[in-house]
């Protein structure tokens, strides 16, 4: 999303003033890194954001109800998410385990066949 932002004042007043100006949607599924996407204005606003800022931004364009801001967003998640077991997406997302420990040993053994949770 490539946006322009000036401050603009009228009758004395200021407004900041945000005019997106063109948008590339991200494809799905992301088979490049997501800054391939991206053009220089998007890639530096989300230059900084760890885990923790992009699971904001979520929410934030989620209750604003900002779908462009949200794709951003959820695509920086996904960029996240793949790098990361089972245990570790958890422990991001702050999920429950609601499995019995039999069943949590069970899940750990399959995993540790397939090799995910090295």
Known sequence: ??????????????????????????????????????????????????????MRMIKAATMLNYAMLLELASAKLASYLCYKNIFGIRTLLHAENDFTPNEMAEIRKELMEDDVVN
């Open 1 to 54: 999303m490539t946006a322009h932002h000036h401050l603009q004042v009228m009758n004395g007043n200021a407004y900041y003033v945000v005019q997106r100006v063109r948008w590339r949607e991200i494809p799905r599924p992301m088979v490049l890194p997501l800054n391939e996407y991206l053009d220089p204005v998007d890639q530096r606003f989300i230059k900084d954001w760890d885990e923790t800022m992009t």
